[in-house]
């Protein structure tokens, strides 16, 4: 009989017992251990992880283990005191059900004090840019401006240098990004060469500024959610003294740094300038200072950024990853979800063309989430949004809404939950990732409002299966049943490098999995200390991981493995 169902056995006989009234030294047991709850005195705290008794049982959390005893005890007394035989099976079943409760119990406590314990060591190891800091740039005139490399629905992204270090003429005439093909053992790979990210190492961001004003504090005020991934040095120190209101009546979290989420390294307003290309790019939205039929105010805000060779859009478009590099980008995306729902924020734009990309030291893409123009940043992190009235704005990219946003019902009391909705997200970007369509734009016709799952396309054959099985969960309709962005990442981490420690694992038991992680810690921090492992995507995944461990995530993400492992087991024999 497995530890799961003697334990359900056990609880289902106990109910029985309490219904006939025949557990009186049980009782009597109780009402001591419930007494000792409220006696006055210094009490020892230890690590106790979510129980799953039910809550009238849990005054038994604290001896169950004299609780077991006592009811073996009383079975077998009884069975020489002349009791029926099945008042006898039940305190024996009962007393059996609850030692293995018990023993069920200390193994959490030792999984839980193990992960946070984990926890606490890389938790204090924060990401550290590989970005040299700059003390000065908070004006215009501190940069030197190069090509234009992108333009959106409400800015234009220029590639840019601080002064001190000029690019070189001739080479500040080559593209952003160049691509070439190498044949290589008869594959073809295509890789990305920029002849200008390292002259120009920064990027420089011009919001459209159409009804902001011109005033600083109303362009900072109205543009706020654009700081949420700023620096503690991002604005001036006079600046930071303003109350920065934002769309939703708060101040927008900053949020910390994170390999995968883009950070603003310096944030100022003044005047737009007339870059190149501005006459033919965005000419409605320069002032009328610098095109008379233009519509923008004369100043607005800039945000200094990291430069990157590309879009993971533009990425995807000559080159399809190879199913680990594609694992790990998926991973990525969900690891930098996480990092923003641990901290109250909720991106609503998530799609390929805000993903930036650049290369590890391996040649691994590091995918940086980036554009938060639409981001919900409150302050009391529910992530959760009032939704009264029609004109209240729910996000950017209409074909990516989740299906709990897109087929919200405003009305008095309503509220549209953004906890999962990324989440969803990545889920849709995933198929673009492993070289299909996204199943939610025009070439597939799929919408979100409307979609049953099963109309889902297939991945490749060539998609792990655990891979396919996060996918398809992710893109479940109702989001209670669909994980978290932490429990999808758990799922791959495990699935990449802990397959062994799952090889027999109950979902149940944690013990043989605790010590993987162990093991686990051990080795990255060997890596860590080596040095060049720092700059590798998968160094700091695995970093990031044992960083947020949760023993509740962990076991809710062994379970969907598992339950995933046991469909294809029941498929395979029906086939």
């Given at each position: 009989?497995?530890?799961?169902?003697?334990?359900?056995?056990?609880?289902?006989?106990?109910?029985?017992?309490?219904?006939?009234?025949?557990?009186?030294?049980?009782?009597?047991?109780?009402?001591?251990?419930?007494?000792?709850?409220?006696?006055v005195?210094?009490?020892?705290?230890t690590?106790?992880?979510q129980?799953?008794?039910?809550?009238?049982?849990?005054?038994?959390?604290?001896?169950?283990?004299?609780?077991?005893?006592q009811?073996?005890?009383?079975?077998?007394?009884?069975?020489?005191?002349?009791?029926?035989?099945?008042?006898?099976?039940?305190?024996?079943?009962?007393?059996?059900?609850?030692?293995?409760?018990?023993?069920?119990?200390?193994?959490?406590?030792?999984?839980?004090?193990?992960?946070?314990?984990?926890?606490?060591?890389?938790?204090?190891?924060?990401?550290?840019?590989?970005?040299?800091?700059?003390?000065?740039?908070?004006?215009?005139?501190?940069?030197?401006?190069?090509?234009?490399?992108?333009?959106?629905?409400?800015?234009a992204?220029?590639?840019?240098?601080?002064?001190?270090?000029?690019?070189?003429?001739?080479?500040?005439?080559?593209?952003?990004v160049?691509?070439?093909?190498?044949?290589?053992?008869?594959?073809?790979?295509?890789?990305?060469?920029?002849?200008?990210?390292?002259?120009?190492?920064?990027?420089?961001?011009?919001?459209?500024?159409?009804?902001?004003?011109?005033?600083?504090?109303?362009?900072?005020?109205?543009?706020?959610?654009?700081?949420?991934?700023?620096?503690?040095?991002?604005?001036?120190?006079?600046k930071?003294q303003?109350?920065?209101?934002?769309?939703?009546?708060?101040?927008?979290?900053?949020?910390?740094?994170?390999?995968?989420?883009?950070?603003?390294?310096?944030?100022?307003?003044?005047?737009?300038?007339?870059?190149?290309?501005?006459?033919?790019?965005?000419?409605?939205?320069l002032?009328?200072?610098?095109?008379?039929?233009?519509?923008?105010?004369?100043?607005?805000?800039?945000?200094?950024?990291?430069?990157?060779p590309?879009?993971?859009?533009?990425?995807?478009?000559?080159s399809?990853?190879?199913?680990?590099?594609?694992?790990?980008?998926?991973?990525?995306?969900?690891?930098?979800?996480?990092?923003?729902?641990?901290?109250?924020?909720?991106?609503?734009?998530?799609?390929?063309?805000?993903?930036?990309?650049?290369?590890?030291?391996?040649?691994?893409?590091?995918?940086?989430?980036?554009?938060?123009?639409?981001?919900?940043?409150?302050?009391?992190?529910?992530?959760?949004?009032?939704?009264?009235?029609?004109?209240?704005?729910?996000?950017?990219?209409?074909?990516?809404?989740?299906?709990?946003?897109?087929?919200?019902?405003?009305?008095?009391?309503?509220?549209?939950?953004?906890?999962?909705?990324?989440?969803?997200?990545?889920?849709?970007?995933?198929?673009?990732?492993?070289?299909?369509?996204?199943?939610?734009?025009?070439?597939?016709?799929?919408?979100?409002?409307?979609?049953?799952?099963?109309?889902?396309?297939?991945?490749?054959?060539?998609?792990?299966?655990?891979?396919?099985?996060?996918?398809?969960l992710?893109?479940?309709?109702?989001?209670?049943?669909?994980?978290?962005?932490?429990?999808?990442?758990?799922?791959?981490?495990?699935?990449l490098?802990?397959?062994?420690?799952?090889?027999?694992?109950?979902?149940?038991?944690?013990?043989?999995?605790?010590?993987?992680?162990?093991?686990?810690?051990?080795?990255?921090?060997?890596?860590?200390?080596?040095?060049?492992?720092?700059?590798?995507?998968?160094?700091?995944?695995?970093?990031?991981?044992?960083?947020?461990?949760?023993?509740?995530?962990?076991?809710?993400?062994?379970g969907?493995?598992?339950?995933?492992?046991?469909?294809?087991?029941a498929?395979?024999?029906?086939?």
């Amino acid at each position: 009989m497995s530890v799961k169902h003697a334990i359900s056995r056990g609880l289902e006989l106990g109910r029985s017992v309490f219904q006939l009234g025949l557990l009186k030294s049980g009782g009597r047991v109780a009402a001591r251990l419930r007494a000792d709850r409220f006696r006055v005195g210094p009490s020892v705290r230890t690590v106790q992880p979510q129980a799953f008794l039910p809550s009238r049982y849990r005054y038994y959390r604290t001896s169950l283990k004299g609780l077991a005893a006592q009811l073996q005890s009383a079975g077998f007394r009884r069975g020489f005191t002349g009791g029926s035989p099945r008042n006898r099976a039940v305190f024996l079943a009962f007393g059996l059900g609850v030692g293995l409760i018990e023993q069920q119990l200390e193994d959490d406590r030792r999984s839980a004090a193990t992960c946070q314990e984990i926890q606490a060591v890389f938790s204090k190891k924060r990401f550290q840019s590989p970005l040299k800091p700059f003390t000065s740039g908070h004006k215009l005139e501190d940069y030197i401006i190069g090509n234009q490399i992108g333009k959106g629905s409400n800015a234009a992204v220029y590639e840019a240098a601080a002064q001190l270090a000029p690019p070189n003429e001739s080479e500040r005439k080559c593209s952003l990004v160049q691509l070439r093909e190498d044949e290589e053992e008869g594959e073809k790979a295509r890789s990305l060469t920029c002849c200008s990210l390292r002259n120009f190492p920064l990027a420089i961001k011009m919001m459209w500024n159409f009804g902001a004003g011109s005033s600083s504090e109303d362009i900072l005020k109205s543009m706020s959610q654009e700081l949420v991934p700023a620096g503690p040095l991002a604005l001036k120190q006079e600046k930071e003294q303003i109350t920065l209101d934002g769309q939703f009546g708060v101040l927008p979290k900053r949020v910390s740094a994170h390999p995968n989420v883009i950070r603003v390294y310096r944030a100022f307003t003044a005047d737009v300038p007339l870059l190149p290309g501005a006459q033919e790019e965005y000419p409605d939205v320069l002032p009328a200072r610098l095109n008379p039929a233009g519509l923008g105010n004369n100043r607005t805000l800039f945000l200094v950024m990291k430069n990157y060779p590309c879009t993971l859009r533009q990425y995807l478009e000559v080159s399809t990853p190879g199913r680990r590099q594609g694992t790990l980008m998926v991973l990525q995306l969900l690891e930098g979800v996480d990092h923003l729902c641990r901290q109250g924020i909720a991106h609503r734009d998530l799609k390929s063309d805000n993903v930036l990309l650049e290369f590890d030291s391996d040649g691994c893409p590091r995918l940086v989430i980036t554009d938060f123009g639409c981001c919900l940043a409150q302050s009391d992190s529910s992530l959760q949004l009032p939704f009264n009235s029609i004109w209240v704005n729910r996000g950017g990219n209409a074909s990516l809404m989740a299906p709990e946003v897109v087929t919200a019902v405003p009305g008095c009391g309503a509220v549209i939950d953004y906890s999962k909705a990324d989440a969803w997200a990545v889920g849709a970007i995933s198929y673009e990732i492993f070289g299909q369509h996204n199943p939610f734009y025009r070439a597939v016709g799929l919408e979100s409002r409307t979609y049953q799952e099963k109309q889902l396309p297939s991945l490749p054959s060539s998609v792990p299966a655990d891979v396919q099985l996060v996918i398809r969960l992710l893109l479940r309709r109702n989001p209670s049943k669909r994980p978290s962005a932490r429990v999808a990442a758990n799922m791959l981490h495990l699935s990449l490098w802990g397959r062994k420690a799952l090889a027999n694992q109950d979902s149940a038991g944690m013990r043989k999995l605790a010590d993987w992680l162990l093991c686990q810690s051990a080795v990255v921090l060997l890596k860590g200390c080596s040095g060049p492992s720092g700059n590798k995507v998968e160094a700091e995944l695995q970093r990031s991981f044992l960083a947020n461990l949760d023993l509740e995530d962990l076991r809710t993400a062994v379970g969907f493995l598992l339950y995933g492992r046991d469909q294809r087991q029941a498929c395979i024999l029906s086939a």
